[in-house]
């Protein structure tokens, strides 16, 4: 049986993203470039599924739980003319958490925890902000959400879950994902032709 292929949305951008504030899993909603990203990632779905062929309805659709992620599904399901509500929602596919340093600029994170902060920046990917998260668990949990899809799948979640899922599945490695800038308002397509971005 083919690997299930996954179109990939990162959720649009917030104020925090736009003034560089970590949100984590703290629930900031999309401001207006968000909406306008998130309805243009619909449009580039549905261009790829008339190139190919697909229904809009035959993946499957499902999000993060947080605000930022719900918005930025439903305004694509919006585009694609899906009714806005049909999607699941999978705690695993929330951001990583940054703990502490929720709301806090990455300068002020530095200031907060210095040793902390110096450790996190040699080794992203084990090193957790205080009361925070590893990607190594995110990478966990993103296996496991991976783990049980099964056929293709529209997820909408966050940069950090992109990241992780990139090494989950090989793209990546944890150093190179580790400062990877994931696009707002892209598609990114995991299948078997390896990973690919749409914008």
């Not at 899906?82 to 806090?104: F, K, N, T, V």
């Amino acid at each position: 049986m083919p690997a299930p292929t996954i179109y990939y949305i990162r959720h649009g951008e917030t104020e925090w993203n736009a003034v560089g504030r970590l949100q984590g899993v703290q629930d900031i909603p999309l401001n207006d470039i968000g909406r306008s990203q998130a309805a243009g990632a619909g449009r580039i779905l549905a261009d790829l599924w008339a190139r190919d062929g697909r229904s809009a309805a035959s993946p499957g659709f499902v999000a993060s739980p947080l605000g930022r992620a719900r918005q930025t599904m439903e305004l694509v399901r919006g585009t694609l003319r899906l009714p806005l509500a049909g999607y699941a929602i999978d705690d695993r596919l929330r951001e990583i958490g940054y703990g502490q340093w929720e709301g806090s600029t990455l300068a002020q994170a530095q200031l907060a925890d210095p040793k902390v902060f110096a450790a996190r920046q040699s080794d992203k990917w084990t090193v957790s902000p205080p009361g925070g998260e590893s990607y190594v668990s995110v990478q966990a949990r993103m296996s496991e959400w991976y783990q049980q899809l099964t056929g293709d799948t529209v997820a909408v979640a966050h940069g950090g879950t992109a990241r992780a899922l990139m090494v989950a599945l090989g793209f990546e490695t944890p150093e190179s994902a580790a400062d990877l800038m994931i696009e707002q308002g892209a598609v990114y397509v995991f299948g078997d032709g390896g990973l690919r971005k749409y914008s």
